[in-house]
């Protein structure tokens, strides 16, 4: 089993959001780190105020990056070049997010470990469930 600790940033929090960053960490079942991959992202549309705010990206950082479909399948510098062979396991807060980028490069099943709803059944009372928030309150 694949498993991949998954993160994107996006041009807007809208259906047709571009990436902007794409990064994953994947690890074996004894959580083992096997692979590190991370790559700015270029979305072909521009990333929307709210969105640099929340990840400090603007178009002009990203504008000479690879487009996704170019980072998975070009065997070039700064691209992965190739795709993912399932079955995968995809491991992040609020995955459901981060999916749609990943799985047109996926061949196989997917899985998804949702950390934000064991992080909500865990720490009811919490302030919030946001990632950076619960970092503070757990240390």
């Known amino acids: 089993m694949n498993l991949y600790v998954l993160d994107t940033e996006t041009t807007s929090a809208d259906d047709d959001r571009g990436v902007c960053e794409i990064g994953w960490i994947r690890i074996d079942e004894n959580w083992n780190i096997l692979e590190t991959v991370e790559s700015l ?10 969105a640099s705010g929340v990840h400090g990206l603007v178009y002009e950082d990203v504008v000479n990056s690879p487009t996704l ?10 691209c992965y070049g190739r795709r993912i062979t399932g079955p995968v396991v995809l491991i992040g807060h609020r995955i459901g997010f981060d ?10 099943e997917i899985l998804e470990i949702d950390t934000l709803r064991y992080i909500r059944q865990l720490y009811p009372d919490a302030d919030n469930h946001q990632l950076s928030t619960m970092k503070f309150q757990l240390n």
């Open 69 to 78: 479909e170019e980072f998975f399948t070009l065997d070039a510098p700064g």
């Open 99 to 108: 999916r749609p980028a990943f799985e047109p490069y996926v061949d196989g």
């Open 41 to 50: 992202i270029d979305p072909q549309k521009p990333i929307s105020p709210a």
